[in-house]
Each structure stands twice: as C-alpha cells, then as structure tokens.
C-alpha cells in the first residue's frame, strides 16, 4: 500500500518546510519511524519521519525546496507497485515551490456532487485540490464526519480511498481517545462562536492568542516539595512536577480549558494529557503525559524525567508527542521571569512557567521577602474566553498557594 | 536426481489449477500433483456435473408443468436419468480436459499420483523427488464422508455419497438426504424431479441454515408444493442398514420418528485430506478444527509451505479457493496482491428457484446491533419474470440506516446465481444503494429488481 510523504507539521507554527537532505534515497527500503529527510522548520531543524513501510519510490521536493505543509514530497510504496495514479491523482499537492503564488480559490475544480444530497454538503467543504480517488461509501462517511478526503491516504485498489481509511484517518489525530467514546465531548459551533472565531482571526492571525498573568506565591509547595524529596529516594520532585501535577488537576475543574479547536467545532476532553515543552538541540518538542490528572505526582516527575530524556536523545515516537489537551512550558530555569507561549493546535491553551525568584511582597501589612512565580496563560480565544481562562488560572494558582487543594 | 520448480502445487482442483495458472502468468516455473483428474471436486464430482443435472431437472419439470401455458404441448414425457448422468459426465470431463489443455498452454508440468510432503519444501510422488525453490502450495481439498458412527456409513448402494450419486444409472424410488445446505437442496431437486419421493433432513432450524432466513422459507415454500418432505431441527440419531431399504430413526422437535427409504445420500460435511500429506513431518500445523493453519498471506506454519481452497478453512467453496490459488501465487513471486475480503464472497444454491446471497443475513444485522434498513422486491412485480412464468422469489437488500451501505444482500429467482454480481461488485467497491439505482437497468430484466429493492429501501419503489 502506497503512503505518501507529507511535509508535517513539525513545529506548532510551522507553515512550510525546507527540506535540508534526506537521508534516503530513491529505491532506498524505508521502515515506519525512520527518518526520510531533515527538515528546517520556522524554528528548528526537524525530522521528517516515514509514516509507512516500503520502498522510497520517489522524491517529489529534493534538497534545497521549500513546500507548503501538507504538501506531498515523497512517495513509499511496494517495490514493483504502480504508483503513477498516485502521482497524478494529485497534481496541485505535489509540492509547488515556494515563489508560486497561492492559487485563486476560484480556479479550484468545482466540487463534484454525487447526490443532490451531497451537493449540499459538499459546497460547504470543497475538496482542496484535484480529483480525489475514492469509493461512494467513504464519501459519505468522510463527509458526515467533517474529514477532508485529500489527506487521507487510500488502500484500495491504485490508491482508492475506502471505508476502512476514512476509518482510520477519523481516529488517527487522537490516538489517546480511542476506543473510548466517553474521552471527549464535540460541541458544535455556535453563530456566536463562528462569528468570534472568524473576525478574532481576521484580526489576530491564524489563532487568536491572549494572554493572563498571575504571580503565584510559592512557598508552600517549595516546602511541600522539600518534604516529599527528604522522605525517600524515589525520583525527586521538581517544581515542574508540582506544577503539572496542579494544572492537571485543575483542567479536570476546568474543561472548558482542556479542548481542541477543530474546524468546525471544539472537541472538550473529559481527560487531561499535557504536552510538556521540552527544549531539544536545535529546536523544541512537546513529549505528552497520556492521563495527567489520574497519575500520582511520583508518576508524573518519573515520566516527565524519561519523556525529556527520550525527547533529547530523539527516541520519541510521534504517538508521544501528539494528542496533548493542554501545554505547559517552563523557562525558569533560564531565569525568564515571564513570557508568553505559543498555542501548540489543535490545543486551545498554554501555560508558560516563569523563574521562581524570592521578592518583597506585603504580607498581613508586612513587607516580607517570599518565593514568588509568574505563570502566564496563552489563550486561543475561538475557545477560551478572559473570564473562562482567568477563573482556570485562578484554580491553578489556588492549588500551588495550598498544595493540598491538588488532592481535595 | 530430484527435479526442480518455482512452486509446486498439491492439487489439481480450482484451487491448484487457477494457483498455477497465475503462477505461469508471472514466470514461475510450477508443477501439478494431481492423483485423480484434473478441475478436482468441482470439475468431476461437484459443481460442474451437478449443474447439468440440474438443468435437466429444470427441463423436465418446464416440459411438464409450464410448457403447454406457454403454447407448446408435448406429448408423454419419459424421464431417463441415466442419460441425463451421461451428459453431465459429458460435460465434466470436457472441463477437465479443458483444464489440462490451459496446464499445457501455460506450460504447467502436472504430475500423476498422490504427492507426499517433505521438510524443505520438497513433494515425492511415487518415489521420485520434486523440489520447489520458492514455494509449495498444498491444495488438497475435501472428500465426501458418512457418518459411521450413528451407523451411515458409506457403502455404495444404501448409504450413498455425492460422488455415488452423480453415477447412479436411475434414481431412487425414495431417498432420504441427511445435511440441507446447498448440495442437499440441489440434490433433492434433481432427484424429485426425476421422480424420487425425497425426505430432506437438517439438524439445524431451517434449510440452507446458512442463508437469510426469507430465501430459505421461499425456497422451502417451492419444495412443499413440488412435495419434498423437510425435517428441519431434526437430528438422526441412529440408522438400521438393509441390504435394499434403510431406517433413519430421527429426532425432531422432541419426538422420535423413523423415515425408511431406499438409499440415503450423505451430504452433511466434508472429509479434509490432510491424512498421508506429510504434514506432520513437513512442520504443518491443522487448526483445531482440521483446517491447515494459516495466516493472513495463506502461509502455513513450515517456511516456504502455503495452503489454499477448501483445505485452509471456510468457506468451502469453488470461487473462494480460486481467488485464495491467485492471491498465493502473486505472494510467491513477490508481488503484494490485494487481500481477499471473505466478507465479499458470494454463496449459491443452484435448485430452482436459486438462492444467491453476499454479505450479512437480516438475523445476522440483528446480531450485531446493526442499525439497518430492509428493501424488498417480489418478482411477482417483475415483467421480464411473468413473461417466463418464473415468479417466485425476491431480492432483498439490507443497507446501513445511515450511509446507505450495503450490509447484505438476498436474491430468490429463477437466476439468482447471475443476479448476485451486481451487489457483489457493488459491496467490493463501496457502491451504497443509491448507486446501485443510480445505474440505468435495461427494461424489461430480473436485474430491474435489483434495482427497485435498492430503491425500496430508499423508501422509493417503483413498481409495487
């Protein structure tokens, strides 16, 4: 089965990619998970990594091109399977460089209609380029579940889309949810919030961020944490941990906070899996903890530790850095005192964790010196609005000032 | 001095033939071992003999019955099973001629005799050693059984089987079949029309017990009125052989029965021939129920050893072992053929009218919590059916409620077997039933009704 080689997304913003060198070469026998090319992102130097098994039949953009996102680059399939419907199928997609203007959406073929109707549905959600190979059924399905059939990869015969992809490719962006329809709620989207989400994007770009500050006293948990790392030699604890621990535990107070913006409607989670901003050599990863609000603090300082560790080291497989709910970045150590993180789409939410530094503070009309930390909140507003995001950092910041509050 | 092929294949059936055929077309060099004739069961014994004695149970109850509605008046009508016999032999031996002319054409070496399997992918036949570089391929399928220990066993006379009966120079005054699927129908069509008086046993609730429980009321209603006896939910719990009659002493529905006839035919299940292969020696594991264990690619658990058709597991049936002989020769010459989908493989009884379905039967949906919708069409309604005086029957469609997808599909008709492919097509390619109406149907066919139960799931049939 042929599998196209997508230029991804490999960095929360990244809109286009360079591909630097690949690593393999035509007619070279590739394995799901290794490493086709690197990549230079809008931040980073990334790899692009084979999302099926087979032969790397050919390179669509060589060293040097620069694509859009989405674009096809390369294409692995069997060793003696005809790939040229594959290749035609889809010609507007095969990487147009860079200088090429954005086409007009108007010199788009016109969308098909299978039905009356599907005619409906379809001038709503026009295919994005090309003629899209694939059967009747998974049309249908494809269309009911609000799923673009130009991303999805067939397996039917010459590269048909059939059920089982449309299938698949429904359940592919959130690998943790599964199997378990109870993980998750769609709300679909409101005039109201259409309307917001049109005219803040207009104003804001692609996601409208804004932003909440608090300054959290951290006293209690420094000493809450001091005590637990003297009980034993189990791994210690940061204030990270502490932290993931507590954002966790609020976003489980808070689901309004703990969704995806999706294109057309907003996925609330009924569980917490936080996406931990790891820095890596030449760029930053977001290894995820899978159930964040069911695990003990120990579990969490044990995984975080062996996430990042893996993420350095470049182990991560793509199922563990994707399908966050929510963000957290720390740059304390780096003595930032505040700063403002980037939203990591489909998530609706970040926190950015600044320095804890000891400072003047008024306390009881007193001038005291305490351990204070800046924790800033970036907010998609098509979600999140002021009031929702400031009363989930608000329980944040409760949980951290009286750690027992993360167990109450 | 042992010879040396690509792939050698166990068997000369649909399954092997078709498998070394397709083995040539991509350059293998391949042999057959075949012990008997070439086109195995089906050919000789099976599908293709019983086909042609069908027909001319077909033809004798048309000149009887519907011949003079239709202005045509013959005069008394004498019923010669023996000739009958000889044509269908006619036949099955022009198949498998036929097939040994495509071995020659395809330049396939088939080997006479009993093929015994060694370790390393290597056959002896009658002491000569073949060896196969890349691939064996065991394709020898099924043989008729009794059932000794309830007291039938087979002997040629009384207690016949499917083979005995395809010989026979005249029918039994009376038989008795034990085993309702598809070939204890078509049997117990054959024999009634040339006269039997047939008592039709099955232990299950229903014949055809794998059918959609409509075709197999719509079929029984066309026994009853040609007097066919059936004993459905009835079991036969012992036997008393004599030397001209046999006593079937049945349970049924609580009660105890005897049925004594002149000749019982076995057609309950078949023998799988994985005795005397070698199997054992060769490293090939049997499931646990008899069949050749393999996995998804019809590898069999000794390297280089694949198994095809009746004998790697059900369906039994002709075009399913065929479809399974391409896919393992593609496999062998390294090519990445497309999986069979034995969800898609369609099932035919060939007695009148025939019964053809695909897919999942209604009680089928029900079982699975399916949420679907039934259409309907009698041929009653249809021209083309009236026009032939062939008006039993129905297709029935079971689509998904939602996306119109076709979950099952059911044809009672005097050409199910033909009709079927439309849906069979259309379930391979993800057709929903809107399609399947969208596609202009020639005026006046049966295929129109097809359609129009397509459409009358839709909740918009034409004709009725």
């Not at chain 1, 209690?220 to 034993?232: E, I, K, V, Y």
């Not at chain 2, 050693?129 to 009384?158: D, F």
């Not at chain 2, 007097?227 to 049924?252: H, Q, R």
């Not at chain 2, 594991?285 to 264990?293: I, Y």
Request: net charge neutral.
């Amino acid at each position: 089965m042929a599998t196209k080689v997508l230029m991804e997304a490999l960095s929360p913003t990244m809109e286009e990619g360079k591909v630097l060198s690949w690593l393999k070469r035509e007619g070279d026998t590739v394995s799901s998970g290794e490493v086709l090319a690197e990549v230079e992102t809008d931040k980073a130097v990334m790899e692009l990594q084979a999302r099926g098994s087979g032969v790397l039949r050919k390179i669509l953009a060589g060293d040097g091109a620069t694509v859009e996102v989405g674009s096809i680059v390369g294409i692995i399939a069997a060793a003696d399977e005809d790939i040229g419907s594959l290749l035609q199928a889809d010609p507007s997609k095969q990487a147009p460089p860079q200088a090429e203007a954005a086409k007009p959406a108007a010199s788009r073929p016109p969308p098909k209609p299978e039905s009356p109707a599907m005619a409906a549905a379809a001038t709503t959600a026009p295919p994005s380029a090309g003629r899209v190979k694939a059967s009747p059924l998974a049309r249908r399905l494809a269309e009911d579940r609000g799923l673009e059939l130009a991303g999805v990869s067939g397996s039917g015969p010459g590269g048909r889309i059939v059920k089982r992809d449309v299938e698949r490719a429904a359940i592919r962006p959130l690998p943790v949810a599964a199997g378990t329809s109870s993980g998750y709620e769609d709300v679909e989207l409101s005039q109201i919030r259409k309307t917001i989400a049109k005219r803040l994007v207009q104003s804001l770009g692609p996601i409208p961020h804004f932003f909440l500050t608090t300054e959290v006293d951290m006293e209690r948990a420094a000493d809450a944490r001091a005590h637990l790392n003297g009980l034993d030699d189990g791994p210690r604890i940061s204030f990270n941990d502490i932290i993931l621990k507590a954002v966790a535990a609020a976003l489980t107070q808070h689901r309004d906070c703990n969704a995806w913006w999706l294109d057309g409607k907003i996925r609330y989670f009924n569980e917490v899996h936080l996406s931990v901003a790891v820095a890596v050599q030449d760029g930053l990863i977001t290894p995820v903890i899978r159930n964040a609000h069911m695990k003990s603090l120990r579990q969490i300082a044990a995984e975080s530790r062996e996430l990042a560790d893996r993420a350095r080291n470049r182990k991560l497989t793509p199922e563990e850095y994707t399908g966050g709910t929510f963000s957290v970045s720390n740059l304390g150590m780096f003595d930032i005192d505040q700063f403002t993180g980037v939203i990591n789409p489909p998530e609706a939410g970040l926190i950015a964790v600044g320095s804890i530094a000891e400072k003047p503070v008024v306390v009881d009309a007193d001038v005291t010196v305490r351990r204070r930390m800046r924790l800033t909140m970036s907010c998609d507003h098509r979600v999140i609005d002021g009031a929702t995001g400031a009363r989930f950092l608000q329980t944040v910041r409760r949980m951290l000032e009286n750690p027992l509050a993360i167990v109450w | 001095m042992s010879q040396t092929f690509d792939a050698i294949i166990l068997g000369g059936g649909p399954a092997g033939y078709v498998c070394a055929i397709r083995s040539a077309q991509l350059g293998l060099k391949v042999a057959v071992v075949e012990r008997d004739k070439l086109g195995g069961v089906c050919v000789n014994v099976g599908c293709i003999p019983s086909k042609a004695l069908l027909h001319s149970a077909y033809v004798a109850n048309l000149v009887r019955h519907d011949a003079k509605t239709l202005g045509v008046t013959v005069g008394a009508v004498t019923l010669d099973f023996g000739t009958a016999i000889k044509h269908s032999r006619q036949v099955s031996d022009q198949n498998s001629k036929g097939v040994g002319f495509l071995m020659k054409k395809h330049g396939v070496t088939v080997i006479a005799g009993t093929g015994t399997l060694r370790k390393g992918k290597t056959v002896t036949v009658d002491g000569k050693t073949y060896t196969a570089s890349k691939a064996v391929v065991i394709a020898t399928g099924t043989r008729v059984k009794g059932l000794p220990q309830i007291g039938l066993e087979l002997n040629k006379s009384t207690v016949i089987s499917t083979d005995d009966a395809l010989f026979l120079p005249m029918v039994p005054s009376s038989v008795a079949i034990v085993g309702a699927g598809a070939v204890g129908c078509e049997f117990a069509d054959i024999f009634n029309a040339f006269g039997s008086a047939v008592t039709l046993i099955e232990v299950l609730p229903q014949i055809l017990p794998l059918e959609d429980q409509e075709s197999a009321a719509a079929l029984a209603k066309s026994f009853q009125k040609r007097k066919i006896t059936m004993m459905t939910g009835a079991k036969v719990s012992g036997a008393n052989v004599a030397d001209t009659s046999v006593t079937l002493d049945v349970e049924a529905g609580g009660s105890r029965r005897t049925v004594t006839v002149d000749t019982v035919l076995m057609a309950a299940g078949r023998a799988l021939n994985t005795e005397g292969v070698g199997f054992d020696s060769a490293g090939v594991q049997l499931t646990d129920g008899g069949f050749v264990k393999v996995d998804a690619n019809l590898r069999t658990t000794a390297d280089g050893v694949y198994a095809i058709g009746d004998i790697a597991g059900p369906p039994m049936l002709a075009h399913k072992g065929s479809r399974e002989g391409v896919f393992v020769a593609e496999v062998i010459a390294g090519k990445t053929p497309h999986p069979i989908r034995y969800d898609n493989i369609p099932s035919v009884t060939y007695c009148h009218p025939e019964v053809a379905s695909i897919g999942l039967s209604e009680a089928q949906c029900k079982e699975r919590k399916l949420d679907y919708v039934v259409g309907r069409f009698p041929f009653s309604a249809n021209g083309r059916a009236r026009a032939t005086m062939e008006t039993d029957g129905f297709v029935k469609i079971l689509r998904d409620s939602r996306y119109g997808e076709i979950l099952g599909a059911h044809i009672v008709a005097s050409h199910a077997s033909e009709l079927i492919h439309e849906l069979v097509v259309a379930r391979e390619n993800e057709y929903t039933v809107e399609e399947i109406d969208l596609a202009v149907h020639a005026h006046p066919t049966l295929s129109e009704a097809v359609a129009e139960a397509a459409l009358d799931s839709l909740g918009r049939v034409i004709h009725t």
